[in-house]
């Protein structure tokens, strides 16, 4: 191996390996301070004082694949840095991921640190990493013999690891999601680079308004207890509570409340919320019941208003940029944090401040489309089991009526009861729902709650697939999706009771959205390049099966029927004899 510090680049073929060293993790503030690449025999570095001539022309050369751990974090400082967008990428760490997916993180961590360890037998030292935090520059601090080994170790093994990687991802079939996870690190990393401008003032103005929920359904709670008092026994003597003077974080007050005041058998309450309580509220007595809906209430506005987004703008953009995790979870959907943009919620009645619509576009000759899957996951069920009657209902506008239609043998509505009753039961079946709770859910006794799940597993046979699931997860260790996606169970372990069941739906309702996004992504690219849209276009924001575009007003009528049609084409590939449909819609704030 020969290692050439500080010299032209040849021109490379087939494949090159690249690893960056930096003074930060933000290409905003801090410094490239080198560039490494490798073509599996020898090493070039190149140094910040030196400069990184050839390496633009490299990048974007969509004949050469470029290997690297965490290709997300290099494709935005060379998009920062050097103003180009990596091309033809492979992704090592999510390549890992892909292949030990649900299995325990702790035991099997994806880092290039524990890659190389597990696949090569090599230990690294990563406390070199350290010497680079807030480096100034190699003109002012030297490199050492020590820096450039490191430097060397973390790209001259990743063609082999690679390698490693495609034999067993082919003899297991995750070829397929191997593909997809790389193709979609492009528009990952310029989801995190790019951001979200947001609305400030609107956000303190909301604070507002749910410090006064919060008040307002506290005010409610107490309310509730009226002028009841609480006993609760401590070593040392009873202690006397009124309506004014309960703590509600308290778990030994409120549980004392509940089975002293309101005459529920209770056995435990959780610290955050009281969960025992909601989720037994038909047991519960009309005083318990009322109390736990203004209760969660409460806490519900009190944790939405710690939320603190403004923390997240950032100094030199003025944007919140969250990061996104393609591994996020177990089934493969995308997971977001800092802030945590998946779980934005929308408010349950129009008195509620809606959190959505403080993040906005660039500016007002802007807006965001939002493009979403109409009931993606039962339509995807309904590929999976393959009935005739089943795909016929699925291949319909309203999934529910149809399969309602079917199960009730009656012609019925989106307004009639048959309906909820079939989404509830097909949803809660499809996520593993036991009858108790299902019964509970429609507030109907257990004898009716029964004969209406064994009419829709007569059309819609989803336990029988479930089982067929949990047998496969336990015999084989692990379920798959459509796509061929896996997700690992531990054989020392027992299987989780409907884990099995949600990874082959929900799996593959992420595929379907990553292909689409894959989809996306590239035609806007294309687009932008031959003028046709404007350079500030662009995918803005994901959450599980919605996508949000962001583009001029001007555009609307070019791009919102290309995203429409896009997510409808990748649920075709990979649902080819169900239908699914993609409702899109516009506004200057996100959610309209």
């Not at 801090?30 to 073509?39: P, Q």
């Not at 944090?337 to 809606?354: G, I």
Request: aromatic share 10%.
């Amino acid at each position: 191996m020969r290692l050439y510090l500080n010299k032209p680049l040849p021109k490379f073929t087939g494949e090159v390996a690249i690893d960056i060293e930096t003074s930060g993790l933000d290409p905003y503030i801090d410094k490239l301070l080198s560039i490494a690449i490798s073509d599996g025999t020898d090493v070039w570095i190149l140094l910040d004082f030196y400069g990184f001539d050839g390496v633009k022309e490299l990048l974007e050369d969509d004949s050469v694949i470029k290997i690297a751990h965490n290709a997300k974090f290099e494709y935005k400082w060379f998009l920062h840095t050097l103003g180009c967008r990596m091309a033809l990428l492979f992704d090592t760490q999510l390549a890992e991921d892909t292949i030990y997916k649900g299995l325990d993180r702790s035991n099997y961590p994806t880092s290039l640190e524990w890659t190389l360890n597990r696949r090569k037998g090599i230990l690294v030292d990563k406390s070199v990493r350290e010497e680079f935090y807030n480096h100034p520059g190699f003109a002012v601090r030297p490199v050492t013999v020590k820096q450039l080994e490191y430097m060397k170790d973390d790209v001259i093994h990743l063609h082999d690891i690679k390698k490693q990687q495609i034999v067993e991802g082919t003899d297991k079939g995750l070829i397929p999601t191997f593909n997809l996870e790389n193709d979609c690190v492009p528009v990952t990393a310029e989801l995190e680079y790019y951001g979200k401008k947001m609305d400030v003032d609107l956000w303190f103005s909301q604070v507002s308004e749910m410090e006064q929920l919060v008040t307002k359904y506290d005010k409610r709670a107490r309310d509730v207890i009226g002028t009841d008092t609480i006993v609760v026994s401590y070593t040392k003597g009873d202690k006397i509570f009124t309506a004014d003077t309960i703590n509600f974080n308290s778990n030994q007050q409120v549980l004392n409340l509940y089975n002293t005041v309101f005459g529920d058998n209770i056995k435990s309450t959780n610290a955050k919320l009281v969960l025992i309580p909601k989720l037994e509220m038909g047991q519960l007595t009309k005083r318990g019941s009322k109390f736990t809906e203004e209760l969660l209430k409460m806490r519900e506005w009190r944790d939405r208003k710690k939320f603190a987004y403004e923390r997240f703008i950032h100094p030199v953009t003025g944007k919140s940029h969250c990061e996104y995790r393609q591994d996020g979870t177990a089934t493969g959907r995308y997971s977001s944090k800092d802030p945590n943009m998946q779980q934005v919620p929308r408010p349950t009645s129009p008195d509620e401040p809606n959190l959505r619509h403080i993040w906005v576009a660039d500016d007002e000759n802007h807006v965001i489309i939002r493009c979403d899957y109409s009931q993606q996951e039962p339509r995807i069920l309904g590929q999976i089991l393959g009935l005739k009657d089943v795909i016929k209902a699925c291949n319909t506008t309203d999934v529910y009526t149809s399969l309602g239609s079917i199960i009730f043998k009656r012609q019925i509505s989106k307004k009639d009861e048959e309906r909820q009753l079939c989404k509830i039961a097909l949803l809660g079946k499809s996520y593993g729902q036991k009858l108790e709770a299902f019964c509970k859910t429609i507030n109907k006794p257990l004898e009716e709650g029964l004969r209406i799940y064994n009419l829709v597993e007569s059309s819609f046979p989803v336990d029988a697939f479930a089982n067929n699931m949990r047998k496969q997860a336990a015999q084989y260790g692990f379920v798959t999706t459509l796509n061929g996606r896996r997700r690992n169970f531990d054989y020392t372990k027992k299987v989780p009771y409907n884990e099995p069941l949600n990874t082959p739906v929900q799996g593959t309702a992420a595929d379907m959205f990553k292909l689409a996004l894959v989809k996306i992504h590239k035609e806007l690219t294309k687009m932008k390049k031959c003028g046709k849209i404007e350079d500030s276009t662009r995918v803005w924001h994901i959450v599980h099966d919605e996508i949000e575009v962001h583009c001029h007003k001007d555009e609307v009528d070019i791009v919102l029927p290309l995203v429409k049609q896009l997510m409808e084409e990748a649920g075709s590939e990979i649902c080819p004899d169900v239908k699914h449909i993609a409702e899109a819609e516009y506004g200057y704030r996100w959610d309209k």
